[in-house]
């Protein structure tokens, strides 16, 4: 768990948090989340120790980070930053394996660890020997999310690390990783500013104004109206639908026979679609009902309208 306590931390007159609390249970996916210049990659470096607090205290598993040894505490934090960070001069292989070679692993270890963590981002083995400029920016972010499990550390700090990359990429990517975390369970924050990608995933948000918590819940806490202006404001009016990113459509299909329900317009959807995309081509084509297909088009369930609000705005609260 990681726990900071009423932190401020000051650069001279600005005040970059201030009184800031927050609690992260172990193995959940809490995601920062607010503005350009709140102060999200201040909590980051705070808890990394590339930076002091003004006042107030962090903890990981109840003690104190002033009590670790440095250069421990980060080797059991793997850190992901936007610009990625992959040395030049490294091939693949060895920006990986930087960490377990000062932990002194042998080669045996490191070669399984890179080959599993390369099948692991979805990434060819024979990227090994690649260097980063030979790398498009989202498999250059797949190492870098390779590079900060190398050591298998418990605890992920990730500053808006699919930010520079294109839409269709950013959107890959964040799918590769919510598969990863629901492998790996490691304790993570995310950092963003972008209200889809944290609704895609994460566990808890905390929703962040200057200097300060504004708002802490599940995704779906978010739903209500009873959050502050700011919050609103900041989520926007289509949050609610944008909660539809976050499942697939083989996630609620109804597996039974197509004929029978009457479904004969013929419109289809891809099971590992989103409930967004779903719902899109409902409004479009004017229908209430899809016929759900597999990878190889052949049908397997149905989806209604009815089935969305059922299974995501009632029923599920995970």
Sequence with gaps: ?????????????????????????????????????????????????????????????????????????????????????????????????????????????????VDYLLDLVGLNRNYKKKYPFELSGGEGQRVGVARALAADPPILLMDEPFGSVDPLNRERLQKEFYRIQRELKKTVLFVTHDVEEAIRLADNIAVMKPGQLASLG???????????????????SEYTLKLLTRFMVQDILVQEKIKSKGY???????????????????????????????????????????????????????
């Design 1 to 113: 768990m990681i726990e900071l306590k009423n932190v401020t931390k000051k650069y001279n007159d600005i005040t970059a948090l201030k009184n800031f609390s927050l609690q992260i249970p172990e193995g959940i996916l809490q995601v920062l989340l607010g503005p350009s210049g709140c102060g999200k990659s201040t909590v980051i470096k705070l808890i990394n120790h590339l930076i002091e607090p003004t006042s107030g205290e962090i903890y990981i598993n109840n003690k104190n980070i002033n009590e670790f040894n440095l250069i421990n505490l980060r080797r059991g934090i793997g850190y992901v930053i936007q610009s990625i960070g992959l040395f030049p001069h490294y091939n693949v292989y060895e920006n990986i394996v930087i960490v377990p070679r000062l932990l002194k692993w042998t080669k045996n270890d490191i070669d399984r660890r």
């Design 218 to 236: 599940s995704p779906w806490d978010f739903v209500t109206d009873d959050k502050e202006d700011y919050v609103k404001e900041f989520l926007g």
């Design 264 to 318: 004969i317009h013929g419109f289809q959807v891809k099971k590992e679609n989103t409930l967004s995309s779903a719902l899109s081509l409902m409004i479009s084509k004017g229908i209430d009902s899809l016929e759900v297909i597999d990878e190889q088009e052949k049908i397997v369930g149905s989806i209604t309208f009815e089935d969305i609000l059922k299974n995501v705005f009632r029923d599920t609260r995970k």
